[in-house]
């Protein structure tokens, strides 16, 4: 009986038209000939039919959160970003968070029983139970505290740096709460 694995993932990796979903396409196509595959995406698309055939056809049994307010402009919620600060939430968490996956993710978890939950970017862990039961895996290409500093250090405008200093701020304190979970 092979090990079960759910995999949670910020982006829906078909088309790979991109750097972060070739990988995660990679990713999925390498564990799925391995492993029974329950995969959650939190995405800013829809992928058609034939976009989720190309997963299915692997294996991986999918469920897809579509929201369009993920990646939407800081510009256009101030309020939002402002009240998310304040609760010491980062923008890079928070434009992720997409209430109805919760109990979905939990139920899956209850049922599927997974040996090991693969998070595939590091906002992601807010979907992870309160309980570890299972093996945590975090594969991470970023170091978002470094990006944000980086960013910071070549922004013009004085309220892109504000906003950048605050958010590097709280993704350091995330990343560093976060990170200790994980094997």
Known sequence: MRKKILYISQMYPYPPNGGGKIKT?????ALAKEYEISAVFISETNPTKAER???????IKIKVFYSDKILASVKDDLVN?????ICGIPHYVFQYTHNPA?????KLIREFKPDIIHI????MAQYLPK???QLWILEHHNVETWLYWTRLL?????????YLLVEMIL???YEWRTLCRFD
Not at 81 to 85: M, V
Not at 120 to 123: A, G, P, T, Y
Not at 154 to 162: A, D, H, L, W
Request: net charge positive; charged share 25%.
């Open 131 to 133: 309980k570890k039961q």
């Open 154 to 162: 070549y922004s013009k405008k004085f309220t892109r740096k504000f």
């Open 171 to 173: 993704t350091f304190f």
């Open 102 to 106: 919760f109990p979905c993710v939990h």
């Open 120 to 123: 595939d970017h590091l906002n």
């Open 25 to 29: 396409l990679n990713t999925l196509r």
């Open 81 to 85: 970003l402002a009240w998310h600060f």
């Open 53 to 59: 055939y190309e997963l299915e056809k692997l294996g």
